[in-house]
């Protein structure tokens, strides 16, 4: 896979295709193949015509591990993927997010809207105003010497999933403790970019997508049906409304 650096980071990122650039941005304890490839993202999009690109976040998949909180934070991720984009030489594309992902999705499209054509917010409704719920549990969660010991249900979702994609659970935990990159909800009413908020009906993790929305000038709620924070990611009514939306979009 291949590498670039990002503020002396070796960053890991995947690109295939051709046509109009879409960058896909992975949710926490999550990576690109994860999130992305495994779920049928990459094929979906090339299909559609699209050249697809995403990135390992810093401390996630392939990327470099960094192991202090000062070094993690969704405005740094946010500047990791704007140089992605430099390094590949894509002036303006089309930018999904999944949950953390969706977090740098939003800083971008407040502080970056020339670069992005679009935006989706995919799994975070909200809940994007607040910092991560639980977010002590869940570092002391991924630590834990056994997910038996963990008592909250937050926690330990993270845990095993942190544990299923074989993470490295102390870059995590990091990362979990940085300083949150917390959005303001009037900054939101500057967006100017087409946006789609997507969430699962069963989603306890986001927060209300409509509630974000009112807050978004035109911005568009997906809801994929019965399905939770973890199962949304490659619903098939999530897949059909991103295709839909980016159709839509100037």
């Known amino acids: 896979m291949p590498t670039f650096s990002s503020d002396g980071l070796d960053l890991a990122y995947r690109d295939e295709g051709e046509g109009d650039p879409i960058l896909l941005i992975h949710g926490f304890a999550s990576n690109l193949d994860v999130n992305w490839v495994g779920p049928g993202w990459f094929d979906l999009l090339k299909a559609d015509g699209r050249r697809v690109i995403a ?3 810093r401390g996630h998949g392939a990327s470099e591990k960094l192991y202090d909180p000062a070094f993690y934070g969704s405005d740094m991720m946010a500047e990791d993927a704007l140089r992605l984009l430099d390094h590949l030489e894509i002036a303006r594309a089309d930018v999904m997010g999944y949950s953390m992902g969706a977090r740098v999705t939003s800083l971008m499209a407040i502080r970056n809207r020339e670069r992005l054509r679009s ?11 607040r910092g991560a719920p639980s977010a002590d549990e869940i570092a002391v969660g991924l630590l834990a010497d056994s997910v038996d010991d963990i008592v909250n249900p937050t ?9 299923a994609t074989r993470a490295d659970r102390r870059a995590l935990a990091a990362c979990m403790r ?11 009413g500057t967006i100017t970019t087409p946006v789609l908020i997507a969430v699962g009906t069963e989603d306890d993790v986001a927060g209300d997508p409509h509630a974000l929305a009112k807050l978004i ?4 709620v997906l809801e994929i049906p019965r399905r939770d924070h973890n199962r949304a990611v490659g619903d098939k009514v999530y897949k059909q409304g991103v295709v839909d939306f980016l159709s839509r979009r100037p």
């Open 55 to 57: 990135i390992d976040n």
């Open 119 to 129: 935006a989706i917010i995919g799994g975070m409704g909200e809940g994007l105003l």
């Open 217 to 220: 000038p035109g911005a568009e």
């Open 178 to 188: 940085a300083q949150r990159s917390l959005v303001d909800p009037e900054k939101l």
């Open 155 to 163: 926690a330990k979702m993270f845990r095993r999933f942190a544990e």
